[in-house]
Nanobody, 124 residues
Framework: QVQLVESGGGLVQAGGTLRLSCAAS????????MGWFRQAPGKEREFVAT????????YYADSVKGRFTISRDNVKNTVYLQMNTLKPEDTAVYYC?????????????????WGQGTQVTVSS
């Protein structure tokens, strides 16, 4: 059984930084892509960033490009989301997800496994 467990959320002032972690277990993820999504109250879940586990290639949403960095640690089976220069509009529950589909996908429905989410709140 696949498990994804997020951590690292919290309350931060605008302009601050946070690093989210997603610990993956239950199977070999070398052929997978890992993604971060977020969902604000009353809004649909939206794509943030994705990384190919084996190659390390990344892809970002325009709204976070240049501020957020996704990375992975193959030994620890953990994916990270470094978030810099945070804005109040980044406030949301952040979810880690995994997919074994080829190429990059930004559609939540194409991800097979999800974590429970971690709250990020950015105050102005």
């Amino acid at each position: 059984q696949v498990q994804l467990v997020e951590s690292g959320g919290g309350l931060v002032q605008a302009g601050g930084t946070l690093r989210l972690s997603c610990a993956a277990s239950g199977r070999t993820f070398s052929s997978y892509a890992m993604g971060w999504f977020r969902q604000a109250p009353g809004k649909e879940r939206e794509f943030v960033a994705t990384i190919k586990w084996n190659s390390g290639r990344t892809y970002y949403a325009d709204s976070v490009k240049g501020r957020f960095t996704i990375s992975r640690d193959n030994v620890k089976n953990t994916v990270y989301l470094q978030m810099n220069t945070l804005k109040p509009e980044d406030t949301a529950v952040y979810y880690c997800a995994a997919t074994n589909r080829l190429g990059f996908t930004t559609t939540p429905g194409e991800y097979d496994y999800w974590g429970q989410g971690t709250q990020v709140t950015v105050s102005s």
